[in-house]
């Protein structure tokens, strides 16, 4: 298997692993009915995209050398991806600036929380855990 989609893929199951066993111990016996909603949905804590992007990243400048222009165009596409996430939940806050009543339904809801973009806490540690499985995959 090519050590891009093998860190992809590993990059991808401990995201969600971590987004189930956050919500776990967040939400206790109240999040069990959402465990298949966190692990097919990307958003929440941690970024999702962010690790994904980032395995891709480390993965390719290991295996093609930082000259690659596989690479090159990969670090943008990272670049691109992280800012997206991180307007989503600039975008959010706007709004609940503009409308108080849905940052409430927001907090009460643990699934439209997820759905709000991500915090930058929640991109770092995406760009952590992807950065460690692509370096996994490669050994």
Known sequence: MSP???ASILAWLTVQTVK???GLVRHGRADRSRVVWR???AGGMPSAHSALITSVVI???ATMGAQSPIFGLSLIMACIVIYDRSRAFAIYRTFQA???ALKQDVQNDP???DLVGHRVSEILVGVLIGAGCGIVALL
């Open 4 to 6: 891009i989609l093998k």
């Open 20 to 22: 189930v066993a956050i």
């Open 39 to 41: 692990v097919v949905w």
């Open 59 to 61: 993965t390719i400048l």
């Open 98 to 100: 503009r409308y108080p």
């Open 111 to 113: 699934v439209l929380t």
